[in-house]
């Protein structure tokens, strides 16, 4: 059924993958559909949820730095692949569908700033970033700009520019030379 | 007609705006409006434009730091009323609509970036803010985690979160202390 959605989209954005078409295509009846998800959204998001744990997973059993900077990397490859184009169509249509913005938030951005968030905290037990800014505060400093590029279109996402503002932003949150020392 | 498309997207968003309303609540003809804007991703984008610059003006006429301080602010405000449900409404519009795409980009985002971008230069050569790091990447660090929480919703814009934001990527930008000793 996943695999269906996602060939669809591919082929003709959101207004392609409806359940109609994903049950012709995958050859599952839409009351079987109907009963693993509740509706047309949680079946998308679980679909960008899938492909993003693919082409960016959050890094485990890393160094919590290193976790960190692969992290974004990941996700700055990924915008620019089918989880950024799904990403940035499911936001669109968040706008005006509240279960498409419920399952955006509660399966995907939720867990996963959660994830993150975890990885930083870390990095701040271990005395690699400050105690005293919220590790929530901090994934959107990490996050923010390459999805506000997504989203608006403006620069592109390149590797360069993830780099740039890992080191940026980090650079400031590092310890103090006196409070380490 | 720019007072008739606002009440108009107020009432009922975007689908409520459209050149006819704009046409029969204004009572300028179509013909006549189009005469002015060449379609209706134009209007709606100078009615943007026109909010923004009220609800929160580039600054001028101040000490580069303070301006951009004030900036952000008045951004964080700004994207909580009007202007920020119309910049959700386009920017969700602009994904499918190549004519909603450009008059975002064009009138909008880029002269934006560039006065921005140009208040952050005046920063760098007066020495607070280290000359490194490109302008335009400094003005993603700074607003694209407030456009980030009003594009996916995750999170509210508040004055605090803009205010730590602030303090936090510009603490990372400062010169280092050995530089300018």
Redesign the interface.
Known sequence: VLDAAEALFQAG?LPAASIEAIAARSGVAKSTIYRRWTNRATLLVELLVEIASKSAPVPEGKEAMAALRTELRLIGQSVNGPAGRLL??L??????DPDV?TA??EQL??PR?DATAKVIAQAQASGHIRPD??P???V??L???????L?????PVTER?VK??FD???????PKRAARG
Chains 1, 2 share one sequence.
């Open positions: 954005g940035a169509s936001a669109s249509e968040a706008h005006h913005r955006l938030l951005i939720y700033t800014v919220p929530r505060l901090i959107d400093m996050v923010g700009p390459i999805f506000y590029r989203l608006i279109q403006h620069e520019f740039q503002l940026e932003a980090l650079e400031g949150l590092r």
